[in-house]
């Protein structure tokens, strides 16, 4: 079973980036699609970008395409965000999920869902001031 942990979270200017990182335990995460999403106080959880299990295609939220970019390395069982001209409203507890890829392709789409993922690290507050 993958376990999944976090880290890079915490407080930034508005225009600043930060980098969150999440390692996978357990069995290889290699055949695992990788996805972040974000919740806000008072809001659902809501899907920020996610990356294939070869890392061959990457999907993102329309709301943060062209300043987020997902990455993933296979040999070290390690996916990351870049978050970069963070604005205010990228304030949340953002959160990596991973599900298992199961439709042997080898460059399959992202799914968007939540309830499409089988598994959740803990999550890590970024905080945007202005």
């Known amino acids: 079973q993958e376990q999944l942990v976090e880290s890079g979270g915490g407080l930034v200017q508005a225009g600043g980036s930060l980098r969150l990182s999440c390692a996978a335990s357990g069995r290889t995460a290699v055949r695992y699609a990788m996805g972040w999403f974000r919740q806000a106080p008072g809001k659902a959880r809501e899907f920020v970008g996610g990356?294939?299990?070869?890392?061959?295609?990457?999907y993102y939220a329309d709301s943060v395409k062209g300043r987020f970019t997902v990455s993933r390395d296979n040999a070290k069982n390690t996916f990351s965000v870049q978050l970069n001209s963070l604005k205010p409203e990228d304030t949340a507890v953002y959160y990596c999920?991973?599900?298992?890829?199961?439709?042997?392709?080898?460059?399959?789409?992202?799914?968007?869902?939540?309830?499409?993922?089988?598994?959740w690290g803990q999550g890590t507050q970024v905080t945007v001031s202005s």
């Open positions: 999920a991973a599900h298992r890829d199961y439709s042997g392709m080898y460059d399959p789409p992202i799914k968007t869902f939540a309830t499409d993922y089988d598994y």
């Open positions: 990356i294939n299990w070869s890392g061959g295609r990457t």
